[in-house]
């Protein structure tokens, strides 16, 4: 990937955490700035990657997928970031999983080679756009989903009509009933299989896709139960598919496993038994920041169930930090923070509380007990209850742990990079 462009674009005040005043200045000048998050050198609210965890996560990914013998797409839709899609290649990842052609538009300008478009493609500026660039670069590599014959038709028509000059490669979704897209029964799957098979050359299967991350059960046991029924239906699909002799040369991808049951769809899809290559793919997108509420306890359900998880050490760690400042306390036991929602996510459990930092009499973050908790958040104020005797006072700083990445990103166009000493080392861009 070449990111030249995006860290020599300029960014300036305009941009939500730059300090005011600040003249324009590239993106990739940030760490030379000397800035440092505890100093008070940029205005809050302010949400930060941790390096360190970033870093780790990223190891603890590979050696996972090294004793599972599996390859990693991870959803670019997390982060939509440009370089942290360059990190996740750079740890070994396959290719970036991708669900609107807005997104794949992003990653191409910035050099990615490989998509995996977890979605159907349709309407004729996507279309047109992929087989355009297929066309123009022998090196892109691409597969999409198909569920439907009317789907199969769709794209064979359109590549027909502006030919890039190789097959369009595909994977049949298998869904459930009640969920979104994909082939809810084997014969629905095969008879798009079949489709595909028929429309060649301008088509090619390549294997198949589901996604298990909406299944929902009464308890954690059966969620995992329903997970696993599904996965097997995938591979269910695989074998009849096979047997038929319906996926073009090369291994067949099974891709499943969101960012909370990825060990599940290694075990299941690993097994598969096709009597020829194939690619177990996941398609974990939160891994790499993790977080402090949401997928921290997914995580520890995946260690619970699978040793070799366990086996593998220290888990993912929460990248993401909110800082925001106590600007009141109206009443003894409540604070008002200098952020909201716009600033975070809160679909999935609202902002933890976790340290706080008081500037010019404090040396480091002291930590913030279960006491204190965020109840409820406007648009850029957060209600947070303490104990009447909470040292916090108007100007503090306060550390809070975020759930739910993929809506944290979407806030922020700019989101720095800090070391342990929460110095500004770097930023990374948001598209959204």
Same mark, same amino acid.
């Given at each position: 990937m070449d990111l030249a462009e995006l860290e020599n674009a300029p960014i300036d005040d305009r941009v939500k955490g730059i300090p005011g005043g600040t003249p324009p200045f590239p993106l990739g000048a940030i760490g030379a700035k000397g800035w440092n998050l505890l100093r008070e050198d940029l205005p809050l609210p302010l949400v930060v990657l941790k390096d360190s965890a970033l870093a780790h996560n990223g190891a603890w990914m590979r050696r996972f997928l090294e004793a599972g013998g599996a390859a990693l797409a991870p959803h670019g839709k997390t982060t939509m970031s440009p370089q942290l =899609?360059?990190?996740?290649? *750079? *740890? !070994?990842?396959?290719?970036?999983?991708?669900?609107? /052609?807005?997104?794949v538009q992003v990653a191409r300008r910035y050099g990615v080679k490989r998509v995996l478009f977890a979605n159907q493609l349709v309407g004729r500026p996507a279309v047109r756009y992929v087989l355009d660039e297929l066309k123009r670069d022998p090196g892109f590599d691409f597969y999409a989903l198909v569920d439907s014959v009317a789907g199969v038709r769709h794209l064979a028509e359109a590549a027909r009509d502006r030919p890039p000059g190789r097959p369009l490669r595909l994977l049949v979704e298998g869904g459930f009933a009640g969920g979104r897209t994909g082939c809810r029964t084997l014969a629905a799957a095969l008879e798009v299989a079949r489709a595909v098979k028929d429309a060649a050359p301008a088509l090619a299967l390549h294997g198949v896709e589901g996604f298990e991350g909406i299944i929902a059960g009464p308890d954690p046991a059966a969620t995992e139960d329903r997970v696993g029924a599904f996965l097997d239906f995938l591979v269910e699909i695989a074998r009849a598919a096979a047997a038929e002799s319906l996926f073009a040369d090369g291994p067949v991808i099974l891709s499943a496993g969101g960012s909370g049951n990825y060990d599940l769809a290694v075990g299941r899809l690993a097994r598969a038994g096709l009597g020829r290559e194939t690619k177990t793919v996941i398609r974990a997108g939160c891994y790499l920041t993790h977080d402090s509420i949401m997928y921290r306890d997914l995580f520890r359900r995946i260690a619970e169930r699978?040793? %070799?998880? @366990? @086996?593998?050490g220290d888990g993912p760690r929460p990248a993401f930090e909110l800082w925001a400042y106590v600007q009141s306390r109206p009443e003894?036991?409540?604070?008002?923070?200098? =952020?909201?929602?716009r600033d975070s996510s809160y679909d999935a459990g609202l902002p933890a509380p976790q340290a706080w930092f008081r500037p010019g009499s404090e *040396?480091?973050?002291? $930590?913030?007990? $279960?006491? +204190? @908790?965020? /109840?409820?958040?406007?648009?850029? +104020?957060? =209600?947070? *209850?303490? $104990?009447? %005797?909470? $040292?916090?006072?108007? !100007?503090d700083m306060v550390a809070l742990g975020l759930s739910h990445p993929c809506l944290v990103f979407d806030k922020w166009q700019m989101i720095p990079v800090v070391d342990d000493e929460y110095n500004i080392v770097s930023a990374i861009r948001t598209f959204f």
């Amino acid at each position: 990937m070449d990111l030249a462009e995006l860290e020599n674009a300029p960014i300036d005040d305009r941009v939500k955490g730059i300090p005011g005043g600040t003249p324009p200045f590239p993106l990739g000048a940030i760490g030379a700035k000397g800035w440092n998050l505890l100093r008070e050198d940029l205005p809050l609210p302010l949400v930060v990657l941790k390096d360190s965890a970033l870093a780790h996560n990223g190891a603890w990914m590979r050696r996972f997928l090294e004793a599972g013998g599996a390859a990693l797409a991870p959803h670019g839709k997390t982060t939509m970031s440009p370089q942290l =899609f360059k990190r996740q290649l *750079d *740890d !070994g990842a396959w290719a970036i999983t991708l669900a609107t /052609v807005g997104q794949v538009q992003v990653a191409r300008r910035y050099g990615v080679k490989r998509v995996l478009f977890a979605n159907q493609l349709v309407g004729r500026p996507a279309v047109r756009y992929v087989l355009d660039e297929l066309k123009r670069d022998p090196g892109f590599d691409f597969y999409a989903l198909v569920d439907s014959v009317a789907g199969v038709r769709h794209l064979a028509e359109a590549a027909r009509d502006r030919p890039p000059g190789r097959p369009l490669r595909l994977l049949v979704e298998g869904g459930f009933a009640g969920g979104r897209t994909g082939c809810r029964t084997l014969a629905a799957a095969l008879e798009v299989a079949r489709a595909v098979k028929d429309a060649a050359p301008a088509l090619a299967l390549h294997g198949v896709e589901g996604f298990e991350g909406i299944i929902a059960g009464p308890d954690p046991a059966a969620t995992e139960d329903r997970v696993g029924a599904f996965l097997d239906f995938l591979v269910e699909i695989a074998r009849a598919a096979a047997a038929e002799s319906l996926f073009a040369d090369g291994p067949v991808i099974l891709s499943a496993g969101g960012s909370g049951n990825y060990d599940l769809a290694v075990g299941r899809l690993a097994r598969a038994g096709l009597g020829r290559e194939t690619k177990t793919v996941i398609r974990a997108g939160c891994y790499l920041t993790h977080d402090s509420i949401m997928y921290r306890d997914l995580f520890r359900r995946i260690a619970e169930r699978s040793p %070799e998880v @366990r @086996r593998l050490g220290d888990g993912p760690r929460p990248a993401f930090e909110l800082w925001a400042y106590v600007q009141s306390r109206p009443e003894p036991t409540r604070a008002i923070l200098t =952020f909201g929602k716009r600033d975070s996510s809160y679909d999935a459990g609202l902002p933890a509380p976790q340290a706080w930092f008081r500037p010019g009499s404090e *040396d480091a973050p002291r $930590p913030l007990g $279960p006491d +204190h @908790r965020v /109840v409820a958040l406007n648009d850029q +104020h957060a =209600f947070m *209850d303490l $104990p009447a %005797e909470s $040292p916090l006072r108007v !100007g503090d700083m306060v550390a809070l742990g975020l759930s739910h990445p993929c809506l944290v990103f979407d806030k922020w166009q700019m989101i720095p990079v800090v070391d342990d000493e929460y110095n500004i080392v770097s930023a990374i861009r948001t598209f959204f």
